[in-house]
């Protein structure tokens, strides 16, 4: 069986952890391949990701190209950014086209933004979950990326976050953050599906699919399907 390796990197390790959990979870003795997803966090803690994220783009630069670069120069060519947020914080795909053009190989990112900008063209009313208002906000510029007239119905909650990172169980994480509230406000605004903005949030899936029957859009999906797409 090929080994494949895959960079993931997310805000957080409890997020990390949880895109390399789910690569592991998708691989497939029947494909012959094996991706060995490699675990990058960017930052120790919420807060300090969230710090981050508004940081200038300078020092944003300069974390990426720590993460990056050795991992480069070791052979691997694939990063996976399992976070919402950090997607919409940093400029992946044109850090992505540099990098391709310092080491002359093509270097290949996957972010949830990749995939918004797609979702644009199947809906016109569109609710988001976002870790906070920045991820938001780029999640509803991707989405009128394709389409300038889709409506858009977001919230942005870090404290969803942190009572994930507590471990608060699924049942728990819906009642006290409020989210059946948010489901009905989306639905009540005629929403068509609702987007999962940040990839914590999987966690609760299920508890939130039993509160509405509106599409439940986890990005996550689409970024493995152009990850094995491109490395077969």
């Known amino acids: 069986m090929t080994e494949y ?3 993931v ?13 789910y690569i592991k979870n998708k691989n497939s003795e029947a494909e012959g391949q094996y991706i060995l997803p490699l675990y990058e966090p960017v930052s120790e803690s ?6 981050f994220q508004y940081s200038d783009n300078d020092e944003k630069l ?6 990056f670069d050795p991992l480069i120069t070791d052979g691997v060519r694939d990063f996976f950014i399992y976070c919402n947020s ?11 086209a540099s990098k391709s053009l310092e080491c002359g190989d093509e270097i290949r990112v996957y972010t949830p933004l990749q995939v918004y900008r797609s979702l644009g063209e199947s809906y016109s009313r569109i609710g988001v979950m976002a870790a906070n208002n920045l991820s938001a906000y780029a999640i509803e510029e ?5 389409r300038n007239d889709i409506y858009v119905i977001g919230t942005g909650n870090m404290a969803i976050v942190r009572a994930i990172e507590d471990g608060l169980s699924p049942e728990e994480v819906v009642q006290k953050c409020g989210l059946e509230k948010a489901v009905k406000y989306m639905e009540a605004c005629g929403a068509e599906a609702i987007v999962l903005g940040c990839t914590h949030f999987p966690y609760f899936k299920e508890e939130l699919a039993k509160l509405t029957v509106l599409p439940l859009i986890d990005p996550a999906d689409r970024m493995h399907e ?5 490395i077969r």
């Open 5 to 7: 390796r895959v960079a």
């Open 9 to 21: 990197l997310a805000g957080t390790p409890v997020d990390t952890a949880m895109g390399v959990e």
């Open 46 to 51: 919420c807060d300090s990701q969230l710090k």
């Open 62 to 67: 300069a974390v990426m190209n720590n993460i």
């Open 86 to 96: 950090l997607s919409g914080s940093f400029d992946f795909d044109s850090y992505a």
């Open 142 to 146: 991707a989405l009128m990326s394709t």
């Open 226 to 230: 152009a990850l094995t797409g491109a």
